[in-house]
């Protein structure tokens, strides 16, 4: 399929544009954009400032991808956004630069971001992330792979979720979400393991009992945050892939981990 420009859509000169790209009516490229093969833009759809797309995104219309950060410590330059492959981008959602001259919002593959999300400033997303309608995502966050966002869902800013967790729609998460879990309520609380994702994504048998172990300890056992860490560290199941993860993401949480129901 050869690139396709409609007669009424814009792109800058200095606009970088791979393969097989097409870019519908009224649609605006800006001149430091850097589009990947495969890509398409709807009617009405922009990118703009300092941001690379990667292979194969959608961006449908009235989305802004590039968009100067609203981070009122911006102090001018030339920050950008930096996108995987395979990204969708449904109707006017907004994903903005950095703050900083250089610096990046960042996401990784096969994430989909349905009408009305935002990513703001300087968070950086993995890959395969669902966000649904009306999703809010603070700046600095940091989410990891596979986690699945209910709509209206909305992060604090310097919050991280970690990877394979659900957040429950209409949720307000101002502390760090750890791996595999289920977060429901404003603020968020740990209600269950993500079970149904989990299994979804191929997590079965020893696995999955390891998850469960991980919830009682942390947030069934009548633990203190401490107390808890310290009975995973010294639990049989310590080296296991599921516990590294909890463990890890615990000792570079800033903002404290979320508590349980």
Do not use: W
């Given at each position: ?24 009516p ?18 009405h ?12 995104c ?14 009122l ?6 920050p950008?956004v930096?996108i ?6 449904r109707e ?6 950095g ?11 096969d ?15 993995g ?25 209206f869902?909305?992060v ?15 949720t ?14 404003q603020?968020?609380?740990i ?14 048998g ?6 469960k ?13 401490s ?6 560290k010294?639990?049989?199941a310590?080296?296991?892939a599921?516990?590294r ?17």
């Amino acid at each position: 399929m050869a690139t396709e420009i409609h007669p009424t859509a814009v792109v800058e000169e200095g606009a970088q544009l791979g393969v097989d790209i097409n870019i519908g009516p009224l649609a605006y490229v800006g001149a430091d954009v850097q589009l990947g093969d495969g890509s398409r833009l709807h009617h009405h759809a922009a990118v703009e400032g300092k941001s690379v797309l990667g292979a194969g995104c959608e961006i449908f219309p009235f989305a802004n991808i590039g968009g100067k950060t609203q981070d009122l410590k911006y102090k001018g330059g030339n920050p950008g956004v930096r996108i995987g492959e395979r990204n969708v981008f449904r109707e006017y959602v907004t994903v903005h630069t950095g703050t900083d001259d250089g610096s990046e919002t960042v996401l990784g593959d096969d994430n989909m971001f349905l009408a009305q999300c935002h990513v703001a400033h300087d968070c950086v997303i993995g890959s395969h992330v669902i966000a649904s309608n009306n999703t809010l995502i603070g700046g600095h966050c940091i989410v990891e792979n596979h986690v699945v966002f209910g709509g209206f869902s909305g992060v604090h800013q310097f919050c991280r979720i970690g990877a394979h967790a659900m957040i429950s729609a209409y949720t307000k998460i101002v502390q760090d979400i750890p791996p595999y879990m289920l977060a429901d309520g404003q603020p968020a609380i740990i209600r269950a393991i993500n079970r149904v994702g989990l299994e979804r994504r191929g997590f079965e048998g020893e696995s999955l009992d390891r998850i469960k172990k991980l919830f009682r300890i942390m947030f069934r056992d009548g633990l203190n945050r401490s107390q808890a860490i310290e009975k995973l560290k010294a639990h049989e199941a310590v080296d296991s892939a599921e516990f590294r993860a909890v463990l890890d993401f615990a000792a570079e949480s800033e903002r404290g981990l979320a508590p349980g129901a």
